[in-house]
């Protein structure tokens, strides 16, 4: 990479764009599942932790980017861990002082970010090798990767299980009194599985190139 | 009938790949082979084949569903007229007209719903379309309750015949029981609908206890349960095949004398059901604290004729393709499903009917119980191997 390179050259936009769709962390590497099925049962937790993560997946790959060439790699797991431990209690006290409602309802996922498997798959796979610039974008890349897919599914579960969007109800009352009546197994975290296959599922067919041989 | 097969000779190359409607050679193949015994031949391999085929066996498992179908029409208007308080007034052809109409729409939906998905997916991969879902789409109506809404059945129904089966692969890929799985999707999505005292009687006039024997017995009043021949005969309110016992089990003589589903797993149904039963008769405490502590003391024997313990033993359970194919794991398998569907019926309050769940879940687990028996044989013939060396 030459010193020249502009900061948003095409190279670069790549890094941003390639997670949200031909390498999404979550419908392609299949990684951060479980805070997927945890936390998107209503599009507001599932947006603030989306955002939490892509703060702390760029910050960290930023941190251990600028340390990389520092980094005894017998120890870089330990390092890591300690960096995105930080930054991880910073967005959580962060949550708590002006989001505490969410806050409550993220609960523990908010702490489990750490062992979120993108966080660390990031930072082994890229910031280790890249610069800082480089890595923050490709951080802000895979958090709104991740991101999407968790407001995709939120967005069938808040909608199918309480009929609500953000808390508002959308769907009419004269629905109801038709008949119509919300999916209790929507919120169940069983159907948060099944959206995420069927999200995956749709994704495959529109790109044939990420079906596996078999 | 000869016109008939002429009609579909004439109509046959149209069909066919390169016709016009070439695109629909599934759709035709699979009406035409409902109507007519296809005439293939082997081409190569063995030329011997047994007639029984995916047909007839599931024909005859429609036919042995045939009993507890018209016994639960029957009783749906039997249940009907006698919440009313009506039942001298009305003839038994009334009443079974009357279940009949209100029965039939829920059958249609499903029967819809689900061929229509079936039709679609083989078409899509070319496969041809197969028996498989006639079964499937009569035992989803009698797991219902009769005031199902039908917009729901079509759900679940769906949702069943996608996630269940052809996400799997179709008929015979499947880890669970599709009729199951509707009738899970329904709990779990729409719980007011299948639980509770008012869903389970058609029109029930609003001074009747509509109160299934299961919630009955969960709330530890055992005196005012029916009496067991009551039970038994299926003069109860419940989902609409599930309530006789007798009609279920003369379905299950069909299906034995045939030899189509397996009388080990319905026997270790049974005796699970019965062990578990007793177990907890003899381990209840003498001053009964809470409901659960009540509910042990029923007797075992109430457990097989209540709910739907022996519907899903005959014609759950036993379903070739879920179920354990080695002949210790079937003894395994059903017997935990009895245990399984008596414990959770006993000790879960939240889950009045036990056998869906249990059926499910050792569904899940039939491979593992094959696993384990395969191994250990594998394991007892090396042993014999090395002593006689």
């Known amino acids: 990479m030459s010193a020249k390179e502009p900061l948003f050259s095409a190279n670069n936009r790549k890094l941003v764009t390639g997670p949200l769709s031909k390498n999404n962390p979550i419908m392609v590497q299949v990684l951060g599942i479980c805070s997927a099925l945890a936390v998107t049962a209503k599009l507001e937790p599932a947006i603030v932790m989306a955002l939490?993560?892509?703060?702390?997946?760029?910050?960290?790959?930023?941190?251990?980017?600028?340390?990389?060439?520092?980094?005894?790699?017998?120890?870089?797991?330990?390092?890591?861990?300690?960096?995105?431990?930080?930054?991880?209690?910073?967005?959580?006290?962060?949550?708590k002082a002006f989001a505490y409602d969410v806050s409550k309802q993220l609960s523990v996922f908010v702490g489990l970010i750490i062992t979120n498997c993108i966080i660390m798959g990031r930072l082994e796979a890229f910031a280790l090798g890249n610069t800082p610039w480089r890595s923050f974008l490709d951080g802000i890349g895979n958090g709104l990767g991740y991101g999407i897919i968790l407001v995709a599914v939120a967005f069938f579960r808040e909608l199918l299980g309480a009929g609500t969007l953000f808390g508002y109800k959308v769907i009419p009352q004269c629905f109801y009194d038709a008949g119509y009546s919300d999916s209790g197994l929507m919120v169940l975290s069983p159907m948060a599985l099944i959206t995420l296959g069927v999200i995956i599922w749709v994704h495959r067919a529109r790109n044939k190139d990420l079906i596996e041989e078999n | 009938m000869k016109a008939l097969r002429d009609y579909l000779s004439k109509q046959k190359p149209k069909f066919q790949k390169g016709g016009k409607f070439g695109a629909f050679q599934s759709t035709f193949n699979g009406f035409?082979?409902?109507?007519?015994?296809?005439?293939?031949?082997?081409?190569?391999?063995?030329?011997?084949?047994?007639?029984?085929?995916?047909?007839?066996?599931?024909?005859?498992?429609?036919?042995?569903?045939?009993?507890?179908?018209?016994?639960?029409?029957?009783?749906?208007?039997?249940?009907?007229?006698?919440?009313?308080?009506?039942?001298?007034?009305?003839?038994?052809?009334?009443?079974?007209?009357?279940?009949?109409?209100?029965?039939?729409?829920?059958?249609?939906?499903?029967?819809?719903?689900?061929?229509?998905?079936?039709?679609?997916?083989?078409?899509?991969?070319?496969?041809?379309?197969?028996?498989?879902?006639?079964?499937?789409?009569?035992?989803?109506?009698?797991?219902?309750?009769?005031?199902?809404?039908?917009?729901?059945?079509?759900?679940?129904?769906?949702?069943?015949?996608?996630?269940?089966?052809?996400?799997?692969?179709?008929?015979?890929m499947n880890i669970w029981n599709p009729a199951l799985i509707a009738r899970a999707a329904f709990f779990f999505s729409y719980p007011t609908k299948i639980s509770g005292d008012s869903v389970w009687i058609a029109d029930k006039a609003d001074a009747f206890s509509g109160a299934t024997p299961l919630a009955t017995a969960a709330t530890g009043s055992f005196d005012k349960l029916p009496d067991l021949a009551t039970m038994f005969y299926g003069f109860i309110p419940g989902s609409i095949g599930e309530t006789s016992t007798l009609a279920i089990l003369l379905g299950a003589v069909i299906l034995l004398v045939t030899g189509i589903a397996s009388w080990r797993i319905m026997a270790s149904v049974f005796a699970g059901g019965l062990a578990m039963g007793l177990l907890f008769n003899a381990c209840a405490p003498e001053q009964a604290m809470t409901a659960a502590q009540h509910y042990m003391n029923l007797p075992a024997i109430n457990h097989l004729v209540m709910g739907g313990f022996a519907f899903g033993a005959v014609f759950m359970a036993t379903d070739p393709v879920t179920s354990s194919q080695t002949r210790s794991g079937k003894y395994i398998y059903g017997f935990l499903i009895g245990v399984l569907a008596v414990l959770i019926r006993v000790l879960n309050p939240a889950y009045p009917e036990g056998m869906m769940l249990a059926i499910l879940f050792m569904n899940t687990f039939a491979p593992l119980v094959d696993h384990f028996v395969v191994q250990s044989n594998i394991k007892r013939r090396l042993k014999r191997a090395k002593v006689n060396a």
């Open chain 2, 32 to 172: 035409e082979s409902f109507l007519y015994v296809p005439n293939h031949t082997t081409k190569s391999g063995s030329h011997l084949r047994d007639a029984i085929d995916l047909k007839r066996t599931m024909s005859i498992v429609v036919l042995a569903l045939v009993p507890a179908l018209l016994f639960g029409m029957y009783n749906v208007g039997y249940q009907h007229f006698l919440s009313l308080g009506q039942l001298a007034n009305e003839s038994i052809f009334s009443l079974f007209f009357y279940g009949f109409v209100k029965v039939l729409p829920i059958i249609i939906v499903s029967y819809v719903v689900g061929l229509a998905i079936e039709f679609f997916a083989a078409q899509k991969r070319g496969h041809e379309i197969n028996e498989g879902y006639l079964v499937t789409g009569m035992l989803i109506p009698m797991v219902m309750p009769v005031e199902a809404p039908l917009w729901m059945v079509a759900v679940v129904t769906a949702f069943a015949v996608i996630f269940g089966k052809e996400v799997f692969g179709g008929t015979g």
């Open chain 1, 52 to 95: 939490s993560v892509t703060a702390v997946v760029a910050f960290a790959n930023v941190i251990i980017s600028l340390l990389r060439n520092t980094i005894p790699s017998r120890i870089r797991i330990i390092v890591q861990l300690v960096v995105v431990a930080g930054l991880v209690i910073v967005v959580d006290q962060v949550l």
